[in-house]
């Protein structure tokens, strides 16, 4: 290995500091980013990345792996015994079908296509499993191989121009579909090849609203693999806004949504950077957006609604790290019912995170078991939460200790 080439994390013996400031590299962080996000000063963070000081306890670990949003919190130690995945869930059981039919290509041809009206009636029955159900992993997993397999067939066998671009617009929703059963599971590759594949489908499909789903799932793709790629999900999301934008005066209710989940995205991802001014002012357009639709609309794929922009507020004052602004949109944002179980369990998994920051830990557990209430599944692939949980297994208050490792048992991060 040449003398310059950059360290592995994975190599021993590698120091705690070394392996920070590898992961750090690797996520395109500069150390005062990284610093900022962990609330200590970049001068302290030299000194543990040169090794001057010593490893911090598990706290600072478990705030260091949320940044840098490592694997495993074995990457991060370098210590087996601490094998505990994070930001990515243990691997759902129907992974392995689902990508065995993401990477199948029938050149024979053989599979005879279901008519389209009986193909749109199981999409719509997906996804309406994928929001009501609690386990929506499991529910739609089931359904993934053959919807796949199903929708890769209608496009292949589509005849004139115009059967083809229907085909597409289903694929496409079946990718997108695919693109939520796979996000945080351990296979970063089949991720991108569904995110990919959905934009392509979505732009050979023509359809608005297909194209706007899949850019807004592309994006979130880019701004999940960190800092680096926070330009790439702001050009994705711009461009789809352009896109829509000469639509809207005169656009559905799908439409409108869509064009408004992708200008939260703007917020969002301003909000990562810490860009308050920025994030505010894209959230109050979304907000503008969501006012549009009528008071029980929510958009079929992202949730989009009036009552979701409270939950939005809450990512945005989180992400900002103002854990008393994230308290106080939490309060707000209770005085709406969020339809989506997962993406209820979401919100509050926001919320536990907003509790956290505000010194409120006793309250964050709290928040956490009601999200494992309404959808397990979602818990159990949330780094965030699975981070806070880990974390307070090791609290000096007894009852708060046992509280977190009994949700710890039940989410799967401890055995019983």
């Not at 950059?6 to 590698?14: E, F, G, Q, R, S």
Request: glycine share 6%; hydrophobic share 45%.
């Amino acid at each position: 290995m040449p003398s310059d080439a950059t360290p592995d994390p994975y190599a021993d013996p590698l120091k705690f500091g070394q392996r920070v400031q590898v992961l750090r590299e690797r996520r395109g962080m500069t150390r005062a980013q990284l610093a900022d996000f962990i609330d200590i000063s970049p001068h302290t963070l030299k000194k543990i990345e040169n090794g001057q000081q010593q490893p911090p306890g598990l706290d600072m670990v478990m705030r260091i792996a949320e940044a840098l949003r490592v694997s495993n919190l074995s990457d991060l130690t370098g210590h087996p015994d601490m094998h505990v995945p994070l930001f990515t869930g243990p691997g759902h059981p129907r992974l392995a079908a689902v990508k065995a039919a993401v990477d199948n290509f029938s050149l024979a041809a053989t599979v005879e296509p279901p008519p389209v009206a009986h193909l749109e009636a199981r999409l719509d029955a997906a996804w309406k499993a994928r929001h009501g159900a609690k386990n929506h992993r499991e529910a739609i997993g089931k359904l993934l191989p053959d919807l796949i397999r199903d929708t890769q067939a209608l496009a292949r066998h589509a005849d004139s121009a115009r059967d083809r671009r229907a085909a597409q617009a289903l694929l496409a929703q079946t990718y997108s579909l695919s693109q939520f059963f796979i996000a945080y599971q351990p296979d970063a590759s089949l991720l991108w090849r569904v995110a990919e594949r959905g934009m392509v489908a979505a732009q050979d499909s023509g359809d608005p609203h297909a194209i706007g789903v899949a850019a807004w799932l592309l994006a979130q793709a880019h701004r999940d693999s960190g800092p680096r790629h926070f330009d790439a999900a702001d050009a994705i999301n711009l461009e789809a806004v352009r896109f829509l934008d000469p639509l809207l005066p005169d656009a559905p209710d799908d439409v409108l949504a869509i064009a408004g989940a992708l200008q939260f995205e703007l917020g969002y991802t301003a909000a990562c950077r810490r860009e308050t001014g920025t994030a505010w002012h894209h959230w109050d357009k979304a907000n503008a957006m969501a006012a549009r639709l009528s008071a029980d609309y929510y958009h079929p794929v992202t949730s989009f609604s009036r009552a979701i922009m409270g939950a939005h507020a809450v990512t945005v004052a989180v992400e900002l790290h103002q854990g008393g602004e994230s308290v106080r949109q939490a309060a707000k944002a209770d005085k709406a019912v969020i339809k989506s179980r997962p993406r209820r369990a979401r919100h509050r998994i926001e919320e536990a995170r907003g509790y956290q920051l505000d010194g409120q830990p006793d309250v964050a557990i709290a928040t956490l078991q009601k999200a494992f209430e309404a959808a397990p599944e979602t818990i159990r692939y949330n780094g965030y939460a699975r981070r806070i949980v880990l974390e307070e297994t090791e609290s000096k208050q007894a009852a708060r200790r046992r509280r977190a490792s009994e949700l710890a048992v039940q989410i799967g991060i401890l055995a019983a």
